[in-house]
């Protein structure tokens, strides 16, 4: 009983009625309140959803607590040391910049000393200490 379309050379069937169908067996549905056949040898299988749910709850929920305030302590942690480091890299570059300026307020005061013959002809150990730089720092702003 097959219906065949003058314009196509496809075959469809006729259509069935419902009740031509085959019947299925029986469909199985699950026991009320999620509880399944094989749940006789669960020990939990005579609680309620809601019993199990209130026991295991408060559990689970101070874990996430915990597992939370350990992420949030280590987070405040990092943020403390990145702070201390960026203090840290300021405090050092004002002291560098403090020496770059200590430098040029000294050499404005020890330059003058180069003009005397004494300068060049002490042996006293601050004069040792400062002639070798003071006088490499002359030769460069001479170049310049």
């Given at each position: 009983?097959?219906?065949q379309r003058p314009d196509s050379y496809i075959n469809?069937?006729?259509a069935r009625s419902v009740s031509s169908l085959p019947r299925i067996?029986?469909?199985s549905t699950p026991p009320p309140c999620?509880?399944?056949?094989?749940s006789r040898n669960n020990p939990?299988?005579?609680?309620?959803?809601?019993s199990i749910d209130s026991s295991i709850m408060p559990t689970l929920w101070d874990t996430v607590r915990a597992t939370a305030e350990a992420a949030g302590a280590a987070a405040q942690l990092a943020a403390q040391k990145t702070k201390l480091r960026a203090e840290i890299a300021l405090t050092e570059r004002d002291i560098q910049n403090?020496?770059?300026q200590f430098g040029?307020?000294?050499?404005?005061?020890c330059a003058p000393l180069t003009d005397t013959q004494d300068f060049y002809a002490a042996e006293d150990r601050l004069t040792l200490t400062l002639r070798p730089p003071?006088?490499?720092?002359?030769?460069e702003i001479a170049a310049l």
């Open positions: 009983s097959h219906q469809i069937p006729a067996a029986s469909i999620g509880r399944s056949p094989s939990l299988a005579d609680r309620s959803i809601e403090r020496k770059r040029v307020e000294m050499y404005d005061h003071l006088i490499s720092a002359q030769k």
